[in-house]
Protein backbone atom coordinates (compact mmCIF):
# COMPACT_ATOMS: atom_id res chain seq x y z
CA UNK A 1 0.00 0.00 0.00
CA UNK A 2 1.01 3.48 -0.78
CA UNK A 3 -0.19 6.52 1.06
CA UNK A 4 -1.59 8.63 -1.72
CA UNK A 5 -4.11 11.28 -0.35
CA UNK A 6 -4.79 13.52 -3.31
CA UNK A 7 -5.05 11.98 -7.19
CA UNK A 8 -5.00 14.91 -9.96
CA UNK A 9 -7.88 13.80 -12.49
CA UNK A 10 -7.97 15.00 -16.17
CA UNK A 11 -9.35 14.54 -19.40
CA UNK A 12 -6.51 14.96 -22.29
CA UNK A 13 -6.73 14.72 -26.01
CA UNK A 14 -9.70 14.21 -28.54
CA UNK A 15 -13.11 13.52 -26.36
CA UNK A 16 -14.66 10.78 -26.51
CA UNK A 17 -18.56 9.21 -24.69
CA UNK A 18 -17.61 7.63 -21.34
CA UNK A 19 -15.23 9.99 -20.15
CA UNK A 20 -17.94 11.62 -18.15
CA UNK A 21 -18.74 8.74 -16.90
CA UNK A 22 -15.07 7.52 -16.38
CA UNK A 23 -14.65 10.68 -14.04
CA UNK A 24 -17.14 10.20 -12.30
CA UNK A 25 -16.26 6.47 -11.26
CA UNK A 26 -12.62 7.66 -10.67
CA UNK A 27 -13.66 10.10 -7.99
CA UNK A 28 -16.46 8.25 -6.64
CA UNK A 29 -14.17 5.43 -5.79
CA UNK A 30 -11.27 7.44 -4.57
CA UNK A 31 -14.16 8.89 -2.10
CA UNK A 32 -15.36 5.85 -1.04
CA UNK A 33 -11.49 5.19 -0.11
CA UNK A 34 -11.60 8.72 2.00
CA UNK A 35 -9.07 9.86 -1.05
CA UNK A 36 -9.15 13.32 -2.35
CA UNK A 37 -9.41 14.38 -6.23
CA UNK A 38 -8.62 17.37 -7.28
CA UNK A 39 -9.92 17.94 -10.91
CA UNK A 40 -7.75 19.83 -13.82
CA UNK A 41 -9.50 21.29 -16.33
CA UNK A 42 -8.14 21.09 -20.08
CA UNK A 43 -5.55 18.47 -19.09
CA UNK A 44 -1.81 19.54 -19.63
CA UNK A 45 -2.80 22.98 -20.39
CA UNK A 46 -4.78 23.77 -17.88
CA UNK A 47 -2.47 21.91 -15.33
CA UNK A 48 0.20 24.38 -16.52
CA UNK A 49 -2.20 27.09 -15.93
CA UNK A 50 -3.47 25.75 -12.35
CA UNK A 51 -6.92 25.45 -13.33
CA UNK A 52 -7.37 23.28 -10.45
CA UNK A 53 -10.84 22.72 -8.25
CA UNK A 54 -11.16 20.04 -5.43
CA UNK A 55 -14.48 17.46 -6.52
CA UNK A 56 -17.03 16.16 -5.03
CA UNK A 57 -20.02 13.72 -4.88
CA UNK A 58 -21.76 16.36 -6.22
CA UNK A 59 -19.49 17.17 -8.94
CA UNK A 60 -19.85 14.23 -10.64
CA UNK A 61 -23.72 14.12 -10.25
CA UNK A 62 -25.63 13.24 -13.62
CA UNK A 63 -22.64 12.84 -15.53
CA UNK A 64 -22.84 8.94 -16.12
CA UNK A 65 -24.50 9.33 -19.24
CA UNK A 66 -23.72 12.77 -20.81
CA UNK A 67 -21.10 12.81 -23.71
CA UNK A 68 -17.98 14.89 -23.66
CA UNK A 69 -16.26 15.48 -20.99
CA UNK A 70 -17.22 18.04 -17.84
CA UNK A 71 -13.49 18.41 -17.09
CA UNK A 72 -12.58 19.52 -20.87
CA UNK A 73 -9.94 18.71 -22.96
CA UNK A 74 -7.44 20.30 -24.91
CA UNK A 75 -4.10 19.18 -26.87
CA UNK A 76 -1.41 20.97 -25.32
CA UNK A 77 2.27 22.11 -27.25
CA UNK A 78 3.22 24.25 -24.22
CA UNK A 79 3.70 20.57 -21.68
CA UNK A 80 5.83 19.63 -24.81
CA UNK A 81 8.21 21.65 -23.58
CA UNK A 82 10.45 20.73 -19.77
CA UNK A 83 9.73 24.62 -18.99
CA UNK A 84 5.86 23.82 -19.34
CA UNK A 85 6.13 20.55 -17.59
CA UNK A 86 8.53 22.34 -14.35
CA UNK A 87 5.03 25.22 -14.14
CA UNK A 88 2.95 22.04 -14.50
CA UNK A 89 4.66 20.37 -11.09
CA UNK A 90 5.05 23.60 -9.27
CA UNK A 91 1.09 23.84 -10.12
CA UNK A 92 0.12 19.95 -8.28
CA UNK A 93 2.37 20.73 -5.75
CA UNK A 94 0.67 23.87 -4.72
CA UNK A 95 -2.77 21.92 -4.72
CA UNK A 96 -1.00 18.79 -2.85
CA UNK A 97 -1.61 16.81 -5.39
CA UNK A 98 0.46 13.54 -5.10
CA UNK A 99 -0.52 11.20 -8.05
CA UNK A 100 -2.40 11.55 -11.48
CA UNK A 101 -5.51 9.79 -13.46
CA UNK A 102 -4.95 10.49 -16.68
CA UNK A 103 -8.12 10.02 -19.35
CA UNK A 104 -6.91 10.05 -22.95
CA UNK A 105 -5.25 8.04 -25.55
CA UNK A 106 -1.83 8.00 -27.40
CA UNK A 107 -0.85 11.33 -26.75
CA UNK A 108 -1.92 11.93 -23.52
CA UNK A 109 -0.18 8.08 -22.46
CA UNK A 110 2.93 9.66 -24.15
CA UNK A 111 3.27 13.09 -22.31
CA UNK A 112 2.10 11.23 -18.99
CA UNK A 113 4.51 8.69 -19.82
CA UNK A 114 7.34 11.50 -19.72
CA UNK A 115 5.91 13.36 -16.56
CA UNK A 116 5.75 10.77 -14.31
CA UNK A 117 9.42 9.80 -14.72
CA UNK A 118 10.46 13.08 -14.99
CA UNK A 119 9.20 14.40 -11.19
CA UNK A 120 8.64 11.05 -9.83
CA UNK A 121 4.74 11.71 -9.47
CA UNK A 122 2.72 8.12 -10.03
CA UNK A 123 0.25 8.10 -12.93
CA UNK A 124 -2.26 5.77 -14.31
CA UNK A 125 -3.72 5.90 -18.04
CA UNK A 126 -7.37 4.99 -18.61
CA UNK A 127 -7.94 4.51 -21.87
CA UNK A 128 -10.49 7.30 -23.34
CA UNK A 129 -10.27 7.43 -26.95
CA UNK A 130 -12.87 6.55 -29.76
CA UNK A 131 -10.05 5.12 -32.00
CA UNK A 132 -9.53 1.68 -29.97
CA UNK A 133 -6.03 2.11 -30.97
CA UNK A 134 -3.94 1.52 -27.64
CA UNK A 135 -2.14 -2.45 -26.61
CA UNK A 136 -3.32 -3.47 -23.00
CA UNK A 137 -7.28 -3.64 -23.66
CA UNK A 138 -9.33 -4.92 -26.01
CA UNK A 139 -11.38 -1.94 -25.88
CA UNK A 140 -10.90 1.75 -25.52
CA UNK A 141 -14.19 3.85 -23.54
CA UNK A 142 -15.35 5.65 -26.79
CA UNK A 143 -15.07 2.90 -28.94
CA UNK A 144 -18.15 1.29 -28.86
CA UNK A 145 -20.44 4.73 -28.60
CA UNK A 146 -18.74 5.66 -31.91
CA UNK A 147 -19.09 2.59 -33.81
CA UNK A 148 -22.73 2.84 -33.02
CA UNK A 149 -22.72 6.39 -34.30
CA UNK A 150 -21.24 5.38 -37.31
CA UNK A 151 -23.32 2.06 -38.06
CA UNK A 152 -26.36 4.47 -37.31
CA UNK A 153 -25.38 6.71 -39.87
CA UNK A 154 -24.73 4.35 -42.52
CA UNK A 155 -27.54 2.90 -42.68
CA UNK A 156 -28.97 6.13 -43.55
CA UNK A 157 -26.43 6.65 -46.43
CA UNK A 158 -27.42 2.63 -47.39
CA UNK A 159 -31.45 3.99 -47.93
CA UNK A 160 -30.32 7.01 -50.18
CA UNK A 161 -27.49 5.48 -52.03
CA UNK A 162 -30.29 2.38 -52.66
CA UNK A 163 -32.90 4.46 -53.92
CA UNK A 164 -30.54 6.19 -56.07
CA UNK A 165 -28.42 3.65 -56.89
CA UNK A 166 -25.36 4.79 -55.89
CA UNK A 167 -21.75 4.22 -54.69
CA UNK A 168 -21.08 6.05 -51.49
CA UNK A 169 -17.20 6.30 -50.20
CA UNK A 170 -17.90 7.14 -46.51
CA UNK A 171 -14.93 8.31 -44.05
CA UNK A 172 -14.51 7.31 -40.76
CA UNK A 173 -12.47 8.48 -38.22
CA UNK A 174 -9.45 6.69 -36.47
CA UNK A 175 -6.55 8.53 -37.29
CA UNK A 176 -4.36 6.37 -38.49
CA UNK A 177 -5.82 3.18 -36.99
CA UNK A 178 -8.91 1.57 -39.02
CA UNK A 179 -10.86 0.14 -35.72
CA UNK A 180 -13.99 2.01 -36.50
CA UNK A 181 -13.58 1.26 -40.10
CA UNK A 182 -13.31 -2.70 -39.55
CA UNK A 183 -16.07 -3.22 -37.24
CA UNK A 184 -18.39 -0.22 -38.85
CA UNK A 185 -18.02 -1.95 -42.34
CA UNK A 186 -18.71 -5.43 -40.86
CA UNK A 187 -22.11 -4.44 -39.30
CA UNK A 188 -23.17 -2.06 -41.97
CA UNK A 189 -22.63 -4.41 -44.74
CA UNK A 190 -20.15 -2.76 -46.09
CA UNK A 191 -19.06 -3.89 -49.53
CA UNK A 192 -14.98 -2.86 -48.98
CA UNK A 193 -13.11 -0.97 -46.53
CA UNK A 194 -10.17 0.73 -46.56
CA UNK A 195 -7.64 0.99 -43.82
CA UNK A 196 -4.51 1.73 -43.63
CA UNK A 197 -3.80 -2.14 -41.68
CA UNK A 198 -5.49 -3.79 -44.40
CA UNK A 199 -3.24 -2.68 -47.34
CA UNK A 200 -6.38 -2.43 -49.64
CA UNK A 201 -4.37 -1.20 -52.71
CA UNK A 202 -6.73 0.67 -55.09
CA UNK A 203 -6.74 -2.13 -57.83
CA UNK A 204 -7.87 -4.48 -54.82
CA UNK A 205 -10.77 -2.02 -54.36
CA UNK A 206 -11.64 -1.56 -57.85
CA UNK A 207 -11.53 -5.40 -58.61
CA UNK A 208 -13.82 -5.76 -55.89
CA UNK A 209 -16.15 -3.06 -57.53
CA UNK A 210 -15.67 -4.97 -60.99
CA UNK A 211 -16.46 -8.32 -59.82
CA UNK A 212 -18.87 -8.11 -57.07
CA UNK A 213 -22.55 -8.73 -58.03
CA UNK A 214 -23.76 -7.22 -61.07
CA UNK A 215 -27.25 -6.78 -59.77
CA UNK A 216 -26.20 -4.61 -56.94
CA UNK A 217 -28.06 -1.47 -56.60
CA UNK A 218 -26.42 0.77 -54.21
CA UNK A 219 -22.78 0.05 -52.96
CA UNK A 220 -20.90 1.57 -49.79
CA UNK A 221 -17.27 1.45 -49.09
CA UNK A 222 -15.92 2.53 -45.83
CA UNK A 223 -12.45 4.65 -45.44
CA UNK A 224 -10.55 4.98 -42.84
CA UNK A 225 -8.90 8.64 -43.07
CA UNK A 226 -5.60 7.14 -42.64
CA UNK A 227 -2.60 9.04 -43.54
CA UNK A 228 -0.70 9.03 -46.69
CA UNK A 229 -1.08 9.32 -50.46
CA UNK A 230 -4.04 7.27 -51.22
CA UNK A 231 -5.74 7.95 -47.83
CA UNK A 232 -8.82 10.05 -46.95
CA UNK A 233 -12.41 9.79 -48.95
CA UNK A 234 -11.32 12.33 -51.12
CA UNK A 235 -8.85 11.05 -52.76
CA UNK A 236 -10.45 7.08 -53.12
CA UNK A 237 -13.36 9.23 -54.35
CA UNK A 238 -11.37 10.62 -57.10
CA UNK A 239 -9.80 7.15 -57.96
CA UNK A 240 -13.27 5.32 -58.13
CA UNK A 241 -15.20 7.84 -60.18
CA UNK A 242 -12.00 8.28 -62.51
CA UNK A 243 -11.93 4.00 -63.07
CA UNK A 244 -15.86 3.99 -63.05
CA UNK A 245 -17.22 7.11 -64.41
CA UNK A 246 -20.39 5.10 -65.32
CA UNK A 247 -21.23 4.98 -61.47
CA UNK A 248 -22.99 7.49 -59.76
CA UNK A 249 -20.27 7.60 -56.48
CA UNK A 250 -20.89 10.09 -53.53
CA UNK A 251 -18.04 11.24 -51.39
CA UNK A 252 -19.41 11.39 -47.13
CA UNK A 253 -17.25 12.22 -44.12
CA UNK A 254 -19.18 11.69 -41.46
CA UNK A 255 -16.70 13.77 -39.21
CA UNK A 256 -17.09 14.89 -35.28
CA UNK A 257 -20.60 13.34 -34.99
CA UNK A 258 -18.40 10.46 -34.14
CA UNK A 259 -17.11 11.68 -31.15
CA UNK A 260 -20.30 12.57 -29.05
CA UNK A 261 -22.96 11.49 -27.81
CA UNK A 262 -24.58 9.29 -25.08
CA UNK A 263 -21.70 6.13 -24.06
CA UNK A 264 -23.27 3.27 -24.94
CA UNK A 265 -24.00 0.87 -21.73
CA UNK A 266 -20.48 -0.93 -22.61
CA UNK A 267 -18.65 2.32 -22.26
CA UNK A 268 -20.25 2.90 -19.10
CA UNK A 269 -19.81 -0.51 -17.99
CA UNK A 270 -16.00 -0.31 -18.98
CA UNK A 271 -15.22 3.13 -17.59
CA UNK A 272 -16.55 2.38 -14.23
CA UNK A 273 -14.62 -0.69 -14.17
CA UNK A 274 -11.27 0.78 -15.05
CA UNK A 275 -12.51 3.97 -12.93
CA UNK A 276 -12.54 2.42 -9.80
CA UNK A 277 -9.49 0.09 -10.61
CA UNK A 278 -7.41 3.08 -11.55
CA UNK A 279 -8.11 4.22 -7.46
CA UNK A 280 -7.05 0.43 -6.30
CA UNK A 281 -4.05 0.69 -8.72
CA UNK A 282 -2.69 3.37 -7.34
CA UNK A 283 -3.13 2.52 -3.55
CA UNK A 284 -1.60 -0.52 -4.42
CA UNK A 285 1.38 1.35 -5.39
CA UNK A 286 1.35 1.12 -9.43
CA UNK A 287 2.33 3.45 -11.67
CA UNK A 288 2.90 4.34 -15.02
CA UNK A 289 0.28 2.38 -16.29
CA UNK A 290 -2.28 1.95 -18.46
CA UNK A 291 -5.51 0.02 -16.69
CA UNK A 292 -7.56 -1.17 -19.59
CA UNK A 293 -9.46 -4.96 -19.55
CA UNK A 294 -8.35 -7.70 -21.53
CA UNK A 295 -10.47 -10.57 -22.00
CA UNK A 296 -12.92 -9.24 -19.33
CA UNK A 297 -10.16 -9.30 -16.86
CA UNK A 298 -8.36 -5.75 -15.26
CA UNK A 299 -5.24 -5.49 -17.01
CA UNK A 300 -1.98 -3.49 -16.30
CA UNK A 301 0.25 -2.33 -19.58
CA UNK A 302 3.02 0.38 -19.11
CA UNK A 303 2.33 3.55 -20.43
CA UNK A 304 5.21 3.33 -22.86
CA UNK A 305 3.69 0.42 -24.36
CA UNK A 306 0.18 1.05 -24.46
CA UNK A 307 0.90 3.52 -26.86
CA UNK A 308 2.66 0.89 -29.26
CA UNK A 309 -0.04 1.07 -31.66
CA UNK A 310 -2.13 -1.92 -31.90
CA UNK A 311 -2.29 -3.18 -35.41
CA UNK A 312 -3.05 -6.24 -34.87
CA UNK A 313 -5.94 -6.77 -37.25
CA UNK A 314 -7.97 -9.67 -37.36
CA UNK A 315 -7.49 -10.90 -40.97
CA UNK A 316 -10.64 -12.92 -40.56
CA UNK A 317 -12.78 -9.66 -40.12
CA UNK A 318 -11.55 -8.67 -43.52
CA UNK A 319 -12.43 -11.80 -44.51
CA UNK A 320 -16.01 -11.66 -43.42
CA UNK A 321 -16.65 -8.47 -45.14
CA UNK A 322 -15.38 -10.23 -48.49
CA UNK A 323 -17.18 -13.18 -48.04
CA UNK A 324 -20.44 -11.60 -46.95
CA UNK A 325 -20.81 -8.68 -49.40
CA UNK A 326 -20.89 -10.66 -51.97
O1 LIG B 1 -8.17 10.60 -31.57
C1 LIG B 1 -9.51 10.88 -31.78
C2 LIG B 1 -9.72 11.59 -33.10
O2 LIG B 1 -11.10 11.81 -33.25
C3 LIG B 1 -9.15 10.88 -34.32
O3 LIG B 1 -9.97 9.82 -34.77
C4 LIG B 1 -9.03 12.02 -35.30
O4 LIG B 1 -8.05 11.77 -36.27
C5 LIG B 1 -8.63 13.17 -34.41
O5 LIG B 1 -9.06 12.84 -33.10
C6 LIG B 1 -9.22 14.50 -34.82
O6 LIG B 1 -8.76 15.45 -33.92
P1 LIG B 1 -9.26 16.97 -33.89
O7 LIG B 1 -10.67 16.99 -33.41
O8 LIG B 1 -8.32 17.64 -32.94
O9 LIG B 1 -9.15 17.48 -35.29
Do not use: W
Amino acid sequence: MTHIKNIGLFTSGGDAPGMNATIRAVVRAALFYDLEVTGIRRGFEGMINGDLFAMSRKTVSNIIQRGGTILKTARSEHFKTPEGRKLAFEQLQKFNVDALVAIGGDGTFAAAHIFGKEFNIPVIGLPGTIDNDLTGTDFTIGYDTAINTVMNAVDKIRDTAESHDRLFIVEVMGRDSGMIALRTGISSGAEAIVMPESKLSMDKLFDRLENGRKDKTSRIVIVSEGEGEEAGAFEVGRLVKEKFPNYDTRVSILGHIQRGGKPTCMDRVLASRVGVAAVEALMNGYRNEMVGVLNNEIAYTPLEHAIKKNTDTDATFLKIVEMLSL
